[in-house]
């Protein structure tokens, strides 16, 4: 990967929701690797060198913003993960929601510099894909089939940017990341919030944990979308980046009470109403296009995430 990896040095990237979980850990990967990164998002990460990055702090729904923004700069490589992780439905706030992750994203488009653009990565979701059997995986051909305003604002982004690619050649890759975790985690995500909570209070209320989900450690997904902008044979295609290993959410909060030491009391919480029971990816395209999988254990993984919360 370092040969590469060496093509990416002195070029220019934007980081869409550049300080976020994901884009502030994948922002500082780019920044090592020597690429000039400048940050596109709503809000300030007060823990990111801002000296380090072009920052602008912009809506991305504002669309004489974003014009403004694309007339003015170009760049080699753009990374969207702009929006945030909401399930509402459409009635309680949904159409923000669409707006945040769909109609933004036209657009952009309608001004981005294609003259000097090498790659365009759409950071998509599981939450795209059907509710499946246990015995089966979620490959990137299955007919997805989106249950909330924030799936399918994913999946019509996916569709629209699939088009643009087929029609005008447009150089863009889709990876669709499943559950996503590590340092820096806003606390109300799963395990920095069972790692809080059982820190401060001794014990912690959860669900009985059936649910079956798909646990990828920071650093490997950001290698893999690394691996994506790297890989000639990527463009125009979708890729599943996760771990591809099943556990339950139980067993997660099993590891990590046992490594800190608190109680916890399952089924004193309700499961969420309409709530996929079971997502796991299948990574055989990642595998075998990307040269990519995930190098993180879980245990290990639990046990980096753990101390930086408690350190």
């Known amino acids: 990967m370092n040969k590469r990896v060496n093509i990416l040095r002195g070029s220019t990237v934007l980081v869409i929701g550049g300080t976020g979980f994901i884009g502030s850990h994948l922002s500082k990967k780019l920044l090592d690797l020597g690429m000039k990164v400048t940050l596109l998002s709503l809000n300030k990460n007060k823990k990111m060198r801002s000296n380090l990055y072009s920052q602008f ?14 007339k003015k700069y170009s760049f080699n490589y753009i990374f969207n993960l702009g929006g945030y992780v909401n399930h509402n439905l459409f009635s309680d706030g949904g159409e923000k929601i669409i707006d945040q992750h769909f109609l933004n994203i036209m657009g952009q488009f309608k001004y981005i510099n294609k003259t000097k653009l090498i790659r365009y990565v759409y950071v998509g979701s599981a939450d795209e894909y059907p509710k499946i059997n246990k015995s089966e995986r979620m490959n990137e051909k299955l007919l997805c089939s989106p249950r909330s305003p924030y799936s399918f604002a994913k999946f019509a982004s996916t569709n629209f940017l699939q088009m ?44 009985h944990g059936s649910q079956i989900r798909d646990f990828c450690f920071i650093e490997d997904v950001i290698e893999g979308l690394i691996k994506i ?52 990816a299948d990574i055989t395209l990642s595998k075998k296009i990307l040269k990519w999988q995930p190098k993180t254990s879980l245990e290990e993984g639990l046990t980096k995430t753990i101390k930086s919360f408690i350190i």
């Open 229 to 280: 902008i790297i890989c000639d044979k990527a463009v125009g295609r979708i890729f599943n980046i996760a771990s591809g290993k099943p556990v339950t959410v139980k067993n997660i909060i099993q590891i990590i009470s046992y490594k800190i030491g608190f109680k916890v009391n399952y089924g004193a919480l309700l499961q969420k109403k309409g709530e996929s029971k079971y997502q796991v």
């Open 57 to 70: 702090f912009i809506d991305i729904t504002n669309t004489k913003k974003i014009k403004f923004f694309f």
């Open 164 to 207: 643009l690619h087929i029609s005008e050649n447009w150089p863009i890759s889709i990876a669709r990341i499943f559950l996503t975790y590590g340092p820096g985690q806003s606390v109300n995500r799963l395990i920095p919030n069972i790692i809080t909570q059982g820190v401060k209070y001794g014990s912690v209320n959860t669900t």
